[in-house]
Each structure stands twice: as C-alpha cells, then as structure tokens.
C-alpha cells in the first residue's frame, strides 16, 4: 500500500440534562456503551472495511483459494468436501505463496460455520470425529486458534498472518459533549465517542490473507463436478 486515509469511526447518544442530573452513575453507562459501540462498528470495518469511504478491511486484499497445486487434491464430489479441508487448504497456500513464516495466524469464521465444524459430523454411533482442537479457551485448526466474529460472513471463512495487518491509531477513543441542533431549548445534550485509525495490509503481504466462500473452496478442492 502506498498510502492510506484516516478515517474516524463515531456513535453518539441523546440525552436529557434531568436524567444526568438526577441518575447515579447513568454518565459512565453511556460513556461504557458509546465504547462499545464505537468498537464494534471499528471492528467490522477492520474485517470487511472496502477502504473507500470506511477504514481498509483485511479481507478486501485477502486472495481468494487457488494455488494450482491444490486443485483437485479431493476426487469426489463437492460434498464429499468438509470445512476441515478447506481449513488446511487455506493453511497449504499461505505457506507455500506468502514469504516468510506464519507468525501470528488465526481463522476467522462466523459462529455458525464454526458450530458446523466442530459438531456436525459424527460417526454410526454418533460419536463427533473431527480433526479441530476444542478446549476450555476456545476451537482452533492445525495449531492455529478459531475466532468466531460475525462480521464474517455466513458461508466465508478468513485464514491469515494478522502480524502483517497493520492499524495506526490516531489517538485514543475520545468522549465528548455538547450541543446539536436544538438540544438547547429541549435540556438535552449530545455525548459524542470517535476514534481515528487507518488500517492496512503491504502490497508484498497480500499472500498472509485467504478468504473465501466455503462453498466455492470445495468446488475448487473437487473434481469441480
């Protein structure tokens, strides 16, 4: 990347001067959920930001499935294809066309796909057979943790080394408040959180990032048939 926007990510709440007068406590609340908010929406853009208009998403320059070398490594049909496959397919291709090693990797998947995985496959004797990791600490693949975040998309899957995803925070989450329009003559105010940040992935490190629709990475692990 040559260069990158700042962009500011924002959320606010109206409020009457009463209730801060009169309510314990209802001040840090607010502030507590503008927080929240304003990180939530921070974190969406994070994942999936186009970086037009909204902070760079890692998954707009994420490649999609497609070394040559892993076309076709599962004769059968698309069905015959688990999500484990897919998982170690997007592991393969990091390996081989990225340079340097995985040093910070992790999955990103929507808690659905992830529920999936890890409990919809058993044997005759309905026994779970997976080859995923599940702990008290959370689920992960080949060594690398799963993270369940629904700003992924149902059906897509994200594999990378997020040491080479960079943001750059222009300060921290501020709070502020004031006055908008006719707060004034109403005895409201305005409280007001934002965050300065830019969000970015090098050119060279465009091959640490694989996304893909689950779907279409089991067409291309089949026969395609």
């Known amino acids: 990347v040559a260069s990158q926007n700042v962009y500011k990510i924002t959320s606010y709440v109206k409020v009457t001067t009463e209730m801060l007068k009169f309510f314990n406590n209802i001040r840090a609340n607010i502030d507590n959920r503008l927080v929240y908010l304003v990180q939530e929406k921070a974190d969406d853009y994070l994942l999936t930001g186009t970086g037009s208009s909204q902070p760079m998403g ?3 320059n994420a490649q ?3 070394n040559v070398g892993l076309y076709g490594t599962i ?3 698309d069905a015959d294809v688990t ?3 897919c998982a170690g397919a997007m592991i393969s291709q990091v390996y081989t066309e990225a340079y340097g090693p995985i040093q910070r990797g992790a999955f990103v998947m929507h808690p659905t796909d992830v529920y999936k995985m890890v409990y919809g496959s058993k044997s005759s004797t309905y026994e ?3 080859p995923v990791t599940v702990t008290p600490t959370g689920v992960s693949i080949g060594g690398f943790p799963v993270i369940q975040d629904t700003g992924i998309t149902a ?4 594999f990378g080394d997020f040491s080479k995803f960079y943001i750059a925070e222009a300060g921290g989450l501020e709070i502020k408040m004031g006055y908008d329009g006719n707060d004034f003559t109403e005895n409201k105010v305005t409280i007001l959180g934002e965050k300065l940040f830019a969000s970015y992935v ?3 490190d465009y091959n640490f990032f694989v996304y893909d629709a689950i779907a ?3 067409v291309f692990l089949s026969t395609g048939s």
């Open 83 to 85: 999500i484990w496959d």
């Open 58 to 60: 890692v998954t707009e």
């Open 155 to 158: 059906g897509y899957m994200l």
């Open 216 to 218: 279409d990475m089991k």
């Open 64 to 66: 999609p499935l497609d």
């Open 75 to 77: 004769p059968g049909l």
């Open 128 to 130: 779970y057979v997976y």
């Open 202 to 204: 090098m050119n060279n």
